[in-house]
């Protein structure tokens, strides 16, 4: 070492600054953290939620949605969800009475999502 200065070290404290030189701090990384999908603890929402309505994420992060089906009315059916006028996830026409199937979205903030199923039950309709 042939001599030492004092110098400033770049911290970042907003999300939309770039480069690779500077840190981020503590509480823009957990800003970041906070916004991972699934960081709110799940909730069943089986006995808030109805097949064919529209739903609007609210949060400020995205939102994990996981629906299990089951064919308890019989016959034959198409189950899908839907998000942002996007099927994320569909199950066959043939779902075999009592037999369970499950559908995963993420929805963006702001995100619309619905779940068209007709003649199966929901079972479990978990977000997080």
Same mark, same amino acid.
């Not at 199950?91 to 619309?112: D, E």
């Given at each position: 070492?042939?001599?030492?200065?004092?110098?400033?070290?770049?911290?970042?404290?907003?999300?939309?600054? /770039?480069?690779?030189?500077?840190?981020?701090?503590?509480?823009?990384?957990?800003?970041?953290?906070?916004?991972?999908?699934?960081?709110?603890?799940?909730?069943?929402?089986?006995?808030?939620?109805?097949?064919?309505?529209?739903?609007?994420?609210?949060?400020?992060?995205?939102?994990?949605?996981?629906?299990?089906?089951?064919?308890?009315?019989?016959?034959?059916?198409?189950?899908?969800?839907?998000?942002?006028?996007?099927?994320?996830?569909?199950?066959?026409?043939?779902?075999?009475?009592?037999?369970?199937?499950?559908?995963?979205?993420?929805?963006?903030? /702001? /995100?619309?999502?619905?779940?068209?199923?007709?003649?199966?039950?929901?079972?479990?309709w978990i977000e997080?």
């Amino acid at each position: 070492i042939t001599g030492v200065s004092e110098q400033q070290i770049p911290i970042v404290d907003d999300l939309t600054t /770039g480069g690779s030189a500077k840190l981020l701090s503590a509480e823009q990384g957990k800003v970041l953290n906070d916004r991972l999908v699934g960081f709110k603890q799940p909730v069943d929402v089986t006995s808030l939620r109805i097949r064919g309505t529209t739903y609007t994420n609210t949060d400020i992060y995205p939102r994990l949605i996981s629906i299990n089906l089951n064919n308890t009315e019989g016959g034959s059916t198409s189950s899908r969800i839907i998000v942002d006028d996007v099927i994320w996830g569909q199950c066959s026409n043939n779902i075999s009475y009592g037999q369970l199937k499950q559908l995963f979205a993420i929805v963006r903030p /702001g /995100g619309k999502y619905r779940l068209d199923s007709p003649n199966v039950s929901v079972q479990t309709w978990i977000e997080a």
